[in-house]
């Protein structure tokens, strides 16, 4: 285990929490990165249509079990020989690149990544906010959702992301969004009062070693203590935000129950009304649920309905993550 | 090449469109400094040193009598405005920013949340951006030519390239006679030669110019340029920073 790379904290960090069989299962998949994978844009075409496209162009798609408009992307050629590389720059036409990439058709969104929207069901006419927005895939397939209705609004705090943000949105024909350079910790009065709220925070990003081998051991467990002092901060301020009777996801790219099951477990001690709801079950099938438990520490039973995806959850290797829908009680108003 | 028309733009009778309405307050004109933000820096200050440069509003009605005319350049009658503004349910506003002001289209069904988040100094982007003024001339935006496409509204001023002529328009290259697949049945007859460029689907790829003498692109050579390229997709790719 030592000669993948891994920082041997997180080898035992992983054997502490999950058994040995699955710790290398972990290790195991995080071989390799993820299969490369689209949302289409449904807002501007039909699944059939895009998937008759792409497949002229020597693409071969597979559904992704969990979101109607999701497939994972093989090189036709590559698929007919069995040969996942899991990597975009060995695609003889790059996915990125496409005229129907350019044409807002579709976009390059991780199959783990779309499962917060799907969690959050926003719907036409609803007032959303997204904590995160940047770069925008899941802000684009909420904004594909709600089928430009309602108001989306998108915070990020760097401004040097809001240009990638601006153009995707743009990219694929989202007319009912705001975006605004905020730092998400922050947001006044203005932002009061929302239907839904996602936040996919800001994270040490474990789940992505398939696709960054350079974060087996370039975060320490300083960095996680970091990342979990912001995400509580920032899941404070969501539930904040959220009028009654609405929904928060809080979702990250991590495996670690600190920046997880622990950020949720803090902030619900404070705001005990809360509570964390069952996931759909087309969803928390795939996946397993989250821990009540870990080094020691007990969290509330109901963290046991979110949602975990290991890399091992599916050939194709999805990215590490977790996603919490937290239900704010209360009648909801009349109109979003 | 047409002239301007002198004559007023026929206008569809609405009383939804809010002509004389203001926010109260007008809070856009407003310093743009939000009170309500907590201490703690929402905003960072690389962008609240902008606040003071910017503002937003509904449109003046000048502003919406130009954006209505050249949007309806591209439509029959008054089809082009009425599948944006009217049937989109869309309100007007103009953006100042320095000496640039944008015209975009909000929701109305949005309005009351956009309004308290006008005042936002880190306020980035909103809505469909439907294009820039130069002077007191409104310039069509890519998104703009985009969204009268999906709505099936641009009938006019357009051309249809081939395969080949949609890969090299989206390269950034100029239009000659063998990428050319179709021109709208009356030519170009935009003032300023301006017309949606759309791919063999009849999807929007970006907008250009009329170079070609004859506005039909009958009488042409294959060498000669026919639309000189203004603006393509490729540029959600190429050239990220324009979004900045």
Known sequence: ?336 | MGKKPSSRPRRARDDREPDDERFPGDAGRESGRDSSLESGRAVPKHVEKERESHWIDFATKEQKDIVHEEVNMFGDGDGAWEALVVRGDNNVFHYQKGNFTSIHLMPREAKDRFKVLMGNPGLKHFGLFLGMFKGNQFNLSLEGAAELVRRGAATRNWIKLSDDGEKSFLYGQDIKKPALQEVCPRGITHDRGICIVLNARGECLGLGKLEARDPRLVKVSDDEILVKHVVDRGVYLRDQDRFA
Request: aromatic share 8%; with cysteine; hydrophobic share 40%.
């Open chain 1, 1 to 336: 285990m030592k000669d993948e790379g891994y920082a041997p904290y997180v080898v035992e960090r992983y054997l502490t929490l999950f058994s040995e069989q699955r710790t290398l299962d972990i290790m195991k998949a995080f071989q390799r990165a993820p299969v490369p994978s689209i949302s289409v844009n449904t807002c501007n075409t039909t699944v059939k249509a895009l998937r008759e496209r792409l497949e002229a162009k020597r693409f071969h798609l597979e559904q992704v079990p969990w979101c109607s408009t999701g497939f994972w992307l093989y090189d036709a050629r590559d698929y007919e020989r069995k040969h996942d590389p899991g990597s975009l720059a060995e695609f003889s036409i790059a996915p990125g690149a496409t005229h129907e990439y350019l044409l807002g058709l579709y976009s390059l969104q991780g199959a783990s990544s779309m499962i917060p929207p799907l969690l959050l069901d926003p719907k036409p006419g609803e007032q959303m906010l997204d904590m995160a927005a940047a770069p925008g895939s899941k802000f684009v397939q909420m904004g594909q959702m709600m089928q430009n209705k309602g108001v989306l609004v998108g915070a990020e705090r760097s401004l040097e992301r809001i240009p990638a943000l601006k153009a995707n949105v743009q990219r694929c024909g989202v007319t009912n969004s705001v975006i605004v350079c905020n730092d998400a910790r922050y947001l006044g009065e203005q932002f009061q009062g929302f239907d839904k709220v996602l936040l996919d925070a800001p994270c040490t990003g474990e789940g992505l070693m398939g696709s960054d081998p350079s974060r087996k051991n370039s975060r320490s467990v300083g960095d996680i203590e970091t990342m979990m002092n912001i995400q509580i901060q920032l899941l404070e301020k969501a539930v904040k935000l959220v009028k009654p009777g609405g929904r928060v996801v809080y979702s990250t790219c991590s495996l670690a129950p600190e920046e997880n099951e622990h950020v949720v477990n803090e902030v619900l001690k404070k705001n005990k009304k809360f509570k964390v709801a069952e996931p759909p079950k087309s969803i928390a099938r795939y996946f397993e649920p989250g821990i009540v438990k870990a080094f020691q520490v007990k969290f509330r039973e109901d963290l046991a309905n979110a949602v975990r995806v290991f890399p091992y959850s599916h050939p194709a290797r999805p990215e590490g993550f977790f996603a919490a829908i937290l239900e704010k009680p209360g009648a909801r108003g009349g109109g979003a």
